[in-house]
């Protein structure tokens, strides 16, 4: 932009200025602003909805239109604000904030691997609050290695790790080399988190999901193949606890052996089997998958030949 900021420029001030407000706010006067700003831009932002529509569709059966879809789309606005501002908020709280408010389903799956000795692969969507749960687990002597998008302008990446990192979070940048360097981790036992339900380029392996075809990151397959770790598929969800205060619950699903898979399919099925967990922990809150883009393949520009 000729004289002025970029778009990507804008939104590192867009990011940084709500930051401000989230932190400025209480907190139920700051859970009513999201969702009142999840509204608006449910009425607002028609590319979006439609397509997030067409996405809750598949997952929930409700056709296109009906009531029963029309709320669901809106509670994912809602949903995806609340995200935003608890994740702004975040750097605030202290390490018993996260022990206080988040309860975790499944976790002596990832206690035995590390008693073993085993490096772990935690799979997880873009579903709940992903955030939460990696301060929790640092909170909880569990520290969890973790993959980012490089965003532009690199600030506003830079912007997001040191963020994260304040929460106990280790970033990797998905860049060249990434997979030898969460291999690396793995190797010293250490808990490496991927989320694995958006292929950003679509070129991962082709799965089934929700009965159609989608492209999966190829990621969690490939280290799982490369290290042996045990692949644990997880999900987060919003809770309100009895109080009225708001929470997090995450379930994990029993461990995937990645050793049970080999020949030259070995991957794609490997993915297909992640693909299978993370529909059963989407399936139970599709308003809280917060995929707003084109997903399956039939949503997808066509790839040049």
């Known amino acids: 932009m000729r004289g002025g900021l970029s778009r990507s420029e804008a939104m590192f001030y867009v990011y940084v200025a709500l930051s401000r407000v989230a932190l400025t706010l209480p907190e139920p006067l700051a859970y009513g602003f999201a969702r009142a700003a999840g509204g608006v831009?449910?009425?607002?932002?028609?590319?979006?909805?439609?397509?997030?529509?067409?996405?809750?569709?598949?997952?929930?059966?409700?056709?296109?239109?009906?009531?029963?879809?029309?709320?669901?789309?809106?509670?994912?606005?809602?949903?995806?604000?609340?995200?935003?501002?608890?994740?702004?908020r975040h750097v605030r709280e202290t390490p018993e904030f996260f022990l206080e408010r988040f309860e975790c389903e499944g976790l002596q799956w990832v206690d035995e691997a590390r008693s073993r000795g085993s490096g772990v692969i935690i799979v997880g969507a873009h579903l709940g609050n992903w955030d939460a749960a990696g301060a929790w687990a640092a909170a909880s002597g569990r520290p969890v290695t973790a993959v980012a998008e490089v965003l532009s302008p690199r600030?506003?990446?830079?912007?997001?790790?040191?963020?994260?990192?304040?929460?106990?979070?280790?970033?990797?940048?998905?860049?060249?080399?990434?997979?030898?360097?969460?291999?690396?981790?793995?190797?010293?036992?250490?808990?490496?988190?991927?989320?694995?339900?958006?292929d950003l380029r679509g070129r991962g392996p082709q799965?089934?999901?929700?009965?159609?075809?989608?492209?999966?990151?190829?990621?969690?397959?490939?280290?799982?193949?490369?290290?042996?770790?045990?692949?644990?598929?997880?999900?987060?969800?919003?809770?309100?606890?009895?109080?009225?205060r708001r929470g997090w619950r995450a379930h994990i699903l029993e461990p995937i052996d990645p050793a049970a898979y080999s020949g030259p399919h070995a991957l794609?099925?490997?993915?297909?089997?992640?693909?299978?967990?993370?529909?059963?922990?989407?399936?139970?809150?599709?308003?809280?998958?917060?995929?707003f883009q084109p997903f399956w393949s039939a949503d997808r520009p066509a790839r040049p030949s």
Not at 163 to 190: C, F, M, Q, T, Y
Not at 269 to 278: G, K, P
Request: hydrophobic share 45%; charged share 25%; glycine share 8%.
């Open 155 to 198: 600030r506003l990446f830079d912007f997001f790790v040191a963020h994260r990192e304040r929460l106990g979070i280790s970033i990797e940048p998905a860049s060249a080399g990434v997979i030898g360097r969460l291999k690396a981790a793995v190797d010293e036992g250490r808990m490496v988190a991927i989320v694995g339900d958006r």
């Open 41 to 88: 831009a449910f009425r607002v932002a028609r590319t979006q909805r439609t397509q997030v529509e067409k996405n809750l569709a598949r997952i929930t059966g409700h056709p296109i239109p009906s009531a029963e879809l029309r709320a669901c789309v809106k509670r994912a606005f809602e949903s995806y604000a609340r995200y935003w501002l608890e994740t702004f």
């Open 207 to 244: 799965v089934s999901f929700f009965n159609e075809p989608a492209p999966l990151p190829a990621g969690p397959a490939l280290l799982g193949l490369r290290t042996g770790a045990p692949i644990m598929v997880m999900g987060v969800y919003g809770t309100r606890r009895a109080d009225g």
């Open 268 to 291: 794609t099925e490997l993915t297909q089997e992640v693909a299978t967990r993370l529909e059963r922990l989407i399936a139970v809150h599709p308003e809280e998958w917060h995929v």
